[in-house]
């Protein structure tokens, strides 16, 4: 589950790379930088400062890859508002412009194809590091984003400032060519990546996505045959299920051995136990044993909360505002019995949120709770006594192998199952018959002591004598 954030969040979810960048990268950047520097006419300006003009990169574009005038001069443009090529002044436009404009190529270091995440943190750094390099005085844009970084990673801040402290000083080591030429590549890094407003950025990623787009791609079909794979054991209609298979033999004693609390758990119930925790928490009798391991780590209040937003979430409308109340003075209030440890942007997001108390309102410390056992605990019940235990005594049911004649008995004491609505008019027969049963002189008599044992009512104060 996502909890969404107001802010745009560019570093903390995966984000689609646009496909062109595989085909501009790293082989015909590479090439590029390395010919074009060999045959174009470059001239040298600011020391060291490699400079190129708008006929230089045209040129040999039209020239590598046969193409017209126009058609080099979109690409040029492409590769400049991607990052390959920063212009020196207008650093705002990236775009090859029509005049005397002078361009650079970015380091590989900060070429998109190195696919590096565009963290907030890294940008929070770089701005208070410029903050401090040009005393407090930043353009409009940039101010914005402090201020905005400032007040959302104020918990860590003192952090941020310390590394752009160091990264300052470290760059006054350098020499004088060396440090505008890293500035000028890392400001064109950023304005690709965080760009000004009213600027079209040619890195807009689109929608969030759950899932890193980066990664190798996992068809269904590979996760079809590794969950496959995985309860192929486990499942009673594609393997033996011990002791018998009831819905062969209508013999109920697998029925009897897997109860949701029985007492002692079977061997194949306990390994699934190992496979994810949402296996674990959704088995009862799994959720007992983990129970018992999280009070001998003092720390059973997270799943005792875990089980109080999963009953409000599932549970009954017309108690919703009490049990939410309920669980926010037990769970997360100041000084509460059964205290649990959540951030507090999430402590923020649930405070807010319960004043307009809903079923899925404390979803944000539900998820964090959840992470935090699975992360933690979880992997610390596997190797804990308690598991160990559990395993050593779990049951494993020798096989029964029933005969032609067994079989056909247990096939006449078969019978179907009742309807829910009989089963309602059973229970309504029973109350009823109950009722009946009751003497009604019994109860007559019992009412009668009751009148006689209660205190007499006070008596009215006289009226006061008319007046005259």
Known sequence: MT??????DHGQRYRPRIACLKKVGYPFTSEMMTTALLRLDYTYRYDRLVILQREDIISWLADRFQVDTQEARSFGSMLVALGYIYPLQDHKRLVIKPDASLYRFQTPYFWPTQQWPVEDTDYAIYLAKRNIRKKGILELHEQEHYNRLHK???????????QAKEQYRAAKERKKPDRVVFDCQERAYWVVHRPPPGTVSAMDYGLDRLIDPNADEVTGESLLVKYCATYNSHDPFLSKCLPSNPWLTDDVTYW????????????MRVERWTFSFAELLSDPRGRNDFRLFLKKEFSGENLAFWESCEDLKWGEAATMSEKAEHIYKTFLARGAPRWINIDGKTMEITVKGLKHPHRYVL??????????MKKDSYGRYQKSPVFKETVKKAICPEEHHFTDAQLE?????????????????????????MAATVDITQVMSKLSKQRKEAPPPPCPPPCPPPKK
Request: hydrophobic share 40%; proline share 8%; net charge positive.
């Open 152 to 162: 959302w990673m104020n918990h860590k801040w003192d952090f941020i400032v310390m």
């Open 409 to 433: 008995q247990n096939a006449k004491k078969r019978r179907p199952s009742l309807s829910p609505i009989i089963l309602r008019q059973m229970e309504q027969e029973q109350r009823a018959k």
């Open 256 to 267: 009897t051995l897997n109860m949701p609390y029985v007492e002692m758990p079977t061997k």
């Open 3 to 8: 909890i969404r954030n107001p802010l745009r």
């Open 363 to 372: 979803d944000a410390a539900q998820t964090h709770i959840y992470m935090l």
